[in-house]
């Protein structure tokens, strides 16, 4: 069975443009979960969403925006990019809103802002 | 939201068994605990979830004691391809929980 699936592998955006980031999640899984990490740094809770609505949001300004389709999978944008943006976004998935439900993640997708 | 605190570092040598804790003192009652572990440049791979007492399975133990304030992962008998970062997730995937990793705990091995 695939797991957690993410495109691009890597990504190189110019300072101000936008980049789009796709997931797609474990077959049967309804709840998509967007990750920020930098380099050496932790994990910064992005996005999530579940069952096509966005259900909760980190500390992230607003041109991180995101959505979930009707299939389950799911896209983050990043629009007027700035260079500390540069950083690998983790997706990860369940399979809904239940207690003890695991959260399983993609390889993620580098982005690279200059 | 319950808040994690882990070691930032610790060093092992092959063949050891290593426990890692994670202090959890506010964890809620719907709250399970994970335990997740990340290689440079790769997603977080899970190990292992417990709500309570003593979970095992083909690679670790996770043990909570009975207060659930805090939790040990046990890796037995660990070789160089452990060296990673491991962390540890408290919480609830219900409605209006944002899921927060703390900072992870830096495990070297060493032959």
């Known amino acids: 069975e695939a797991g957690v699936t993410q495109s691009p592998t890597h990504l190189i955006k110019t300072r101000g443009q936008q980049a789009t980031l796709r997931c797609s999640p474990i077959?049967?899984?309804?709840?998509v979960y967007w990750y920020q990490q930098a380099l050496g740094l932790g994990l910064q809770f992005l996005l999530w969403?579940?069952?096509?609505?966005?259900?909760n949001r980190g500390n992230f300004p607003p041109r991180f925006s995101g959505r979930q389709f009707p299939n389950y999978s799911s896209e983050l944008n990043v629009n007027a990019l700035e260079l500390e943006d540069s950083a690998l976004y983790l997706c990860a998935s369940s399979s809904g809103r239940e207690s003890g439900n695991t959260i399983y993640f993609g390889e993620g997708s580098w982005l690279t802002v200059v | 939201l319950a808040k994690t605190t882990q070691p930032i570092s610790m060093d092992s040598y092959e063949g050891q068994e290593v426990n890692i804790t994670c202090s959890h003192n506010n964890i809620a009652t719907n709250d399970y605990i994970t335990w997740y572990q990340q290689f440079p440049s790769q997603g977080p791979r899970f190990i292992i979830q417990?709500?309570?007492t003593k979970v095992t399975n083909e690679v670790a133990s996770l043990f909570i004691p009975a207060d659930r304030k805090s939790s040990t992962l046990s890796l037995p008998r660990v070789s160089l391809s452990d060296t990673a970062v491991y962390y540890c997730l408290v919480g609830d995937n219900n409605a209006g929980n944002m899921l927060t990793f703390g900072g992870g705990t830096r495990l070297m091995v060493k032959p």
């Open positions: 969403y579940d069952e096509g609505e966005e259900r």
């Open positions: 077959s049967g899984h309804t709840s």
């Open positions: 417990g709500y309570k």
